[in-house]
């Protein structure tokens, strides 16, 4: 599935690509009614797409005629012929690039964000029109470094070294919410030519990023990427970026409380 009309008329500042597994309807339909809602943000044009794989089980078939349902609906859905499954996260990243560098170049900025994120999508607007925000080669969020590969087979992030040799990965951004300026997809999609993939995709990046001889960067504020939210405070969700939730009840909730009226702190 490819229907959307995004890119095809007009130019948008950003794109969020959310990379979704079919069967999460509930997560899409909450990102519909939360930042995904939002077109116009601080006078500029914002884009949000789902990017899913095949759907697997005894259902399939079913599954997917939803999904062709859900997209006459709503349009916003990218489907590519891969099993969406953990181990393909990879190549579901990789098909988000490959969709950025072939039919949307020209939009300046890219996310890449996760289905279960909390996004204050002015603020991060607002920081991408900071002056001195980069143009070109630039990609930020949380920055980690020194991070080690697990050899454990028994953890979600086992990786064997014959798919990566290196007892540590390059600096890379978090995956739960990666954003960059939209000339790196196509120059990921020509490094990974030379990278065996393995399953930590936002590693993954950060190996591209290293084969280019480029760094991730750090925001200009990183406090306001965050990872887990412990306790939901009005204040805190008006100056963060991203934050990662429990369902999407939790995004409705949060954003529609976040959104009323009167001052957030």
Known sequence: MDDTEACKTKVPFLVLMVPVAPREVAARDAIRKT???????????????????????????????KLKQENLQYHDLIQSNFMDTYLNLTIKTMVIMDWLATRCPTAAYAMK??????????????????????KLNYLTGMLKRNMEVIRSKNSKWYVPEELYP???????????????????????????????????????????????????TSPPDPSQFKAYNKVYNRCEFSQVITYILGSAEELVKYWTDLKKPGSPC
């Open 35 to 65: 930042w995904g809602n939002e077109s116009l943000v601080q006078g500029e044009l914002v884009q949000t797409l789902f990017l899913l794989g095949l759907p697997g089980g005894a259902d399939a078939e079913q599954q997917q005629e």
């Open 113 to 134: 964000i996760d289905s279960d994120m909390f996004l204050n999508i002015d603020n991060l607007v607002i920081m991408l029109q900071k002056p001195g925000i980069p």
């Open 166 to 216: 290196d007892p540590l990965y390059p600096p890379y951004i978090l995956g739960m919410g990666y954003l960059f300026s939209n000339d790196l997809p196509e120059k990921f999609l020509e490094e990974s030519k030379f990278i065996k993939p393995f399953n930590i995709e936002d590693a993954y990046i950060g190996m591209c990023m290293k084969r280019l001889g480029l760094e991730p």
